[in-house]
Structure formats: structure tokens, C-alpha cells
């Protein structure tokens, strides 16, 4: 079964189209957290961020900065937030890799918040830690 984002690139869902190219599209979220809330997706169907070809992420990311800085210029936006999210764990609500552009206004309706909450470091042993993830990281 076809995730949303594949229907809406095929043209069986109708969206608000921003933004489109020979591969990435950008349509704005139908659950806005704030007004020129956008979804920037490629078109070739990944499930996610980690497993998504470099050069496709770069074109994804590309349209992502390129809509953050219409949201500015445009929508008087005062800040932006760029993220995404990986697996149901971490919020990511349809398995086709897309990146939230959410512009950031003073007051007003709706709103996103993300809250760091910092673990006790001494309970880490952060030299170990970096050199796991370190060796982990491929070329
Ligand atoms: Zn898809």
C-alpha cells in the first residue's frame, strides 16, 4: 500500500504545491503548526532520512533552505525551524522521507515546541560513547 506522500506525487491527492522539480516536491502540511508550515519530500520514494541517497538528501535540503528563506522575506517569518524525523519513535507520522519547514512567529495560534531535556552526563562515559559512534560513522 501506497504511503500518502506516493499518492500525492502521483497525483491521486490533491496538495498545495509550493515548490516542484524532476525530484523533489513541497506542499504545505495539512496540519499546520504555524502558517507556511511546509513539507519538502523527494519524489523517489524513501522511507527516511538515514536511508535516503546523498545527492537526493542534498537536492531535499536545498529546496528546504531555499523555502525557509522565502518564509522570511515573504511571510515576515522571525525564525525557522528545519527537522525531520526518523521512525514512529521519533514522531515520523508517514514512512516517506520528508523535511519540516516551519517558520517561527512572535505570538499568534498553533506553535511547535522542542524541549531538550539533558541527561546527566557523569552517567555517561562520554569519551567511550564518542569513539563508539565514532568508529560506527562509514565513509
Ligand atoms: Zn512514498
Known sequence: MKDVFCR????????????????????L????VAKGHCLVMPK???????STPKDT?????DVAQRIGQAEVSVLGAKGINIL???GE???????????????RYLGGEGGFQLTMKSLDPSTLDL??????ISRGIKE
Do not use: C, W
Not at 500525492?8 to 506542499?27: F, H, M, N, Q
Not at 502540511?29 to 499546520?32: A, E, I, K, M
Open 8 to 27: 500525492i506525487i502521483e497525483g491521486e491527492l490533491p496538495s498545495s504545491k509550493v515548490y516542484e522539480d524532476d525530484d523533489v516536491l513541497a506542499i
Open 29 to 32: 502540511d495539512v496540519s499546520p
Open 44 to 50: 523517489k520514494h524513501y522511507r527516511d532520512y538515514l
Open 57 to 61: 538528501l542534498h537536492k531535499v535540503m
Open 84 to 86: 525531520t524525523n526518523v
Open 89 to 103: 519513535m521519533a514522531g515520523q507520522s508517514v514512512p516517506h522521507f520528508h523535511v519540516h519547514v516551519i517558520p
Open 127 to 132: 569519551p567511550v560513547l564518542a569513539e563508539s
